[in-house]
């Protein structure tokens, strides 16, 4: 079937660290794959994203590249901030008669100051 | 803001009580999920409607249930409710297209006590 896997968190960083979130994805087909984030009291806003193979999607310093080969869309960003706090959500959409989203469970980042 | 707008922002109410979710999607979007965001459980699709119809189901209780009206607002019905339905229920609307991305409403807070 269908399925999103990512790192289980949650994930406590330093100020001005790196950060890489592991997602993969099971999928048939061709999916656009997307990472979104939820702030603290919000609803899921999209981060970024990448309709096909190679594309690199960015948006506020994070990129995710969809890797065919290995199956994967890693969420990377070369120096976090405070308030890069938020849950980060790995999606996949396919089309399957209408389109379906299928999310992973979210991967809570920390960032301290 | 998403532009998708839902009522309430929170709701207490007991177990074995019926309570009615409210959405409206963007203007123009036909798509409206909704979603149920539990502590331990990431993100779960519940039900998809088209403009007016039901397009695809996922994790939906019996005791819920949802419609779309002809002006496009959705809602979403639990009934018997049960500790366990306490949670963060999310609508998304989604504007179609090839690149097309999921537009979330800020979120139902459920309890039940």
């Known amino acids: 079937g269908n399925s999103v896997t990512q790192m289980e968190g949650p994930v406590t960083l330093s100020e001005e660290a790196f950060l890489t979130i592991n997602c993969t994805y099971t999928?048939?087909?061709?999916?656009?794959l997307f990472w979104y984030v939820q702030y603290p009291g919000e609803g899921l806003q999209l981060l970024l994203k990448?309709?096909?193979?190679?594309d690199k999607g960015s948006n506020k310093g994070f990129e995710a590249t969809y890797r065919k080969e290995t199956t994967s869309f890693h969420l990377e960003k070369g120096s976090v901030q405070v308030s890069d706090s938020a849950v980060y959500f790995c999606?996949?959409?396919?089309?399957?008669?209408?389109?379906?989203?299928?999310f992973g469970t979210g991967t809570r980042l920390k960032v301290l100051a | 803001d998403s532009g998708v707008t839902q009522t309430p922002k929170h709701l207490i109410t007991a177990t074995g009580q019926r309570v009615t979710l409210r959405c409206s999607p963007r203007?123009?979007?036909?798509?409206v999920y909704w979603y149920q965001q539990s502590l331990d459980q990431g993100l779960q699709f519940l039900i998809q409607?088209?403009?007016?119809?039901?397009?695809a189901k996922g994790n939906i209780l019996e005791r819920f249930s949802a419609q779309q009206f002809p002006d496009l607002h959705s809602e979403l019905n639990l009934s018997s409710l049960e500790l366990g339905d306490s949670a963060l229920y999310f609508c998304?609307?989604?504007?179609?297209?090839?690149?097309?991305?999921?537009?979330f409403g800020e979120g139902s807070r459920l309890t039940v006590l």
């Open positions: 999606a996949l959409r396919i089309t399957s008669g209408t389109y379906k989203y299928i």
């Open positions: 999928a048939t087909g061709y999916p656009s």
């Open positions: 990448a309709t096909k193979a190679d």
């Open positions: 203007s123009g979007d036909l798509s």
């Open positions: 409607y088209y403009n007016g119809e039901e397009r």
């Open positions: 998304a609307s989604d504007p179609g297209g090839n690149t097309g991305e999921l537009f």
